[in-house]
C-alpha cells in the first residue's frame, strides 16, 4: 500500500467485502456490524472446534485469551437460555476450550452457542468538563454457533458462527472531528478488523465469511463517504 493516504489504506481494507454483504437479506435498521462464517458440509460434532479455533483467534488480534461468558438457547431467541455462566473480564475469564467444552455439553441440533469476549478498539470519548479524547477501550463481542435447527435453519442466513461486534461506531466515529489523529485510531480499528477476519477465517477453516450491517451499505461505502472520498 505505498503511496497511499491514511484514508485510502482505510477504505482499501473492506473493498472485496461490499460485493459479498449485498448477499444478505438485510431486515432491520440498526448500525450492528456482524461477520459470518460458513463451513462445508459442517457436522454438529464439529461445532466446539470451530469455535474454539474462532475464539482462540482474539488475543492475537487485539482481544482477550479469556472467554467473559457463555449461554445457551434453545430452539430460538425468543425462549429463555437453559444455560449461563458470566466468568469474569481479564484474569477471571476462562480458556476458550474450557468455555466451549462447558457449554457445548448440551450438544443439540436447535440449539444456539453465545460465548463473549473482550476486544478492544479506539474510541472517541466526550467526557464532561473535560477535552474530547480518543481512549483504547475494551468491548464485549458476541461469537454464536448455531445448531442447524435453530431459529428453523437461521445458519443459512447467519452463517454457521457469527461475530457480533455491536455498534459500529468506532470504525467510523462521526462525532469526531476528521484530523490526522482522528484518520489514524479509525484506520488502526479497521485494520485490526480485517486482521480479525482474515485470522478467524483461517484458524477455523471457513469456506465463507460474509461482513454485514443491518443498515443496508457496506462498511467501505460509509467509510468512503465518512472520509470524504466518495465518487
Same mark, same amino acid.
Given at each position: 500500500?505505498?503511496?497511499?493516504?491514511?484514508?485510502e489504506?482505510?477504505?482499501?481494507?473492506?473493498?472485496?467485502?461490499?460485493?459479498?454483504?449485498?448477499?444478505?437479506?438485510?431486515?432491520?435498521?440498526?448500525?450492528?456490524?456482524y461477520?459470518?462464517?460458513?463451513?462445508?458440509?459442517?457436522?454438529l460434532?464439529?461445532?466446539?472446534?470451530?469455535?474454539?479455533?474462532?475464539l482462540?483467534?482474539?488475543?492475537?488480534?487485539?482481544?482477550?485469551?479469556?472467554?467473559?461468558?457463555?449461554?445457551?438457547?434453545?430452539?430460538?431467541?425468543?425462549?429463555?437460555?437453559?444455560?449461563?455462566?458470566?466468568?469474569?473480564h481479564? &484474569?477471571?475469564?476462562?480458556?476458550? $476450550?474450557?468455555? @466451549? !467444552?462447558?457449554?457445548?455439553?448440551? %450438544?443439540? +441440533?436447535?440449539?444456539?452457542?453465545?460465548?463473549?469476549?473482550?476486544?478492544?478498539?479506539?474510541?472517541?470519548?466526550?467526557?464532561?468538563?473535560?477535552?474530547?479524547r480518543?481512549?483504547?477501550?475494551?468491548?464485549?463481542?458476541?461469537?454464536?454457533?448455531?445448531?442447524?435447527?435453530?431459529?428453523?435453519?437461521?445458519?443459512?442466513?447467519?452463517?454457521?458462527?457469527?461475530?457480533?461486534f455491536g455498534?459500529?461506531?468506532?470504525?467510523?466515529?462521526e462525532?469526531? &472531528?476528521?484530523?490526522?489523529i482522528? $484518520?489514524?485510531? @479509525? !484506520?488502526?480499528?479497521?485494520?485490526? %478488523?480485517? +486482521?480479525?477476519?482474515?485470522?478467524?477465517?483461517?484458524?477455523?477453516?471457513?469456506?465463507?465469511?460474509?461482513?454485514?450491517?443491518?443498515?443496508g451499505?457496506?462498511?467501505?461505502?460509509?467509510?468512503?463517504?465518512?472520509?470524504?472520498?466518495?465518487?
Open positions: 500500500m505505498a503511496g497511499q493516504s491514511t484514508k489504506r482505510a477504505i482499501a481494507h473492506f473493498g472485496a467485502s461490499s460485493t459479498a454483504a449485498r448477499r444478505l437479506k438485510l431486515v432491520e435498521m440498526s448500525d450492528s456490524l461477520l459470518s462464517l460458513w463451513y462445508p458440509n459442517l457436522r460434532a464439529a461445532l466446539p472446534e470451530k469455535l474454539t479455533a474462532v482462540g483467534t482474539f488475543a492475537a488480534c487485539g482481544g482477550e485469551a479469556q472467554v467473559y461468558s457463555a449461554t445457551v438457547w434453545p430452539v430460538s431467541w425468543s425462549e429463555s437460555p437453559i444455560f449461563q455462566r458470566v466468568y469474569g481479564g &484474569e477471571r475469564g476462562v480458556d476458550p $476450550a474450557l468455555a @466451549v !467444552e462447558d457449554a457445548l455439553e448440551l %450438544l443439540h +441440533e436447535d440449539y444456539a452457542y453465545e460465548f463473549q469476549i473482550g476486544w478492544n478498539l479506539w474510541e472517541f470519548e466526550k467526557p464532561e468538563m473535560l477535552d474530547p480518543w481512549v483504547r477501550e475494551p468491548r464485549l463481542v458476541r461469537v454464536t454457533g448455531f445448531g442447524p435447527l435453530f431459529d428453523e435453519g437461521g445458519y443459512e442466513q447467519e452463517g454457521h458462527i457469527r461475530i457480533d455498534s459500529d461506531t468506532a470504525f467510523l466515529e462525532e469526531a &472531528e476528521l484530523d490526522s482522528s $484518520a489514524r485510531h @479509525v !484506520e488502526e480499528n479497521v485494520r485490526q %478488523l480485517v +486482521e480479525l477476519a482474515s485470522a478467524v477465517e483461517k484458524a477455523s477453516g471457513a469456506t465463507a465469511r460474509v461482513l454485514w450491517s443491518e443498515l451499505e457496506s462498511l467501505a461505502q460509509r467509510l468512503a463517504a465518512r472520509l470524504g472520498m466518495g465518487n
